[in-house]
């Protein structure tokens, strides 16, 4: 539990310092080279723990070459829903954000029954509803109370949004499927996934000329270099401790753990950021965790 909650603290706060605040007057604006720098360093990680893992688990002859190119789906989901984390964070608050991501559950339900066609009982969709409203009574708590700092109801951020759910909720299933069909390890699947999202995201860096741009802010702003190494580090690291937990402890487990750390999360933006929460809004996040 402490490494996840402190891997994911690290990664929230630097995520937040990098994407909304100022340095020395000028902010950075290219959220792809956090999804690239992430991605690549995920995938090296992955590589330089897969082989020896890979040999301590199981001998050489019984592992079976997976086909990467089937990573590319769930690579594609992985990075649109990345992209659009950060990107909200430039209309919404980090609070607002964790919230939102917790209603993500009625979304996950849908894809997996069209992805994977998995079907779900009445408490499943319960549950999904009563996140939905809590999160929905956070933000208009937020947005009536004037204290409570800038609404969150801006257009851009509604839909960055909306578009991390919709690609946040396809990456498991996709996953789920791609383990029924191929069976990978843990390390496997953090390569395969690392590495086509590399590539994705290095596309999109050389189709739009943003990467000039950001080493030039770089340049500027050396200071920013330490806070992306270390924030790439930390989503690596937080990476590995998800799968790990996954494989020892269970689902669970695990959410209980995701639970624990998001109210973390939030408590720590609102200290270090300023943020304030409308005294309405509160019970909005005990409704949803």
Known sequence: LGGLVGCFLVWGVLQE???TTAYDGEKFATSSVL???????????????????????APACAYKPLPFVAFTWVAVSNTLSSWAQLEALKFVSFPTQVLAKASKLIPALAVGRLVNGSRYGAADYGVAAAITGGTALFMLAQAEDPGAGPANDDAGGLL????????????????????????ADKYAMMFGVGFFSTLLSGLELAQ??????????????PAALPDLAVLSLASTAGQVVIYTTLELYGNVTFTVMMIVRQIVSILVSCYRFGHVIAPRAWLGVVVVF
Request: no cysteine.
């Open 17 to 19: 310092r990098m994407m």
């Open 35 to 57: 999804v690239f720098a992430n991605k690549a360093f995920a995938a090296a990680a992955a590589l330089l723990l897969w082989a020896p893992w890979r040999e301590k688990r």
């Open 160 to 183: 960055m949004l909306g578009a991390y759910l919709l690609f946040d909720s396809a990456t498991g299933p996709l996953q789920a499927r791609f383990y029924g069909e191929h069976g």
């Open 208 to 221: 739009s000329g943003d990467a000039p741009a950001a080493w030039a802010f770089f340049a500027r702003h």
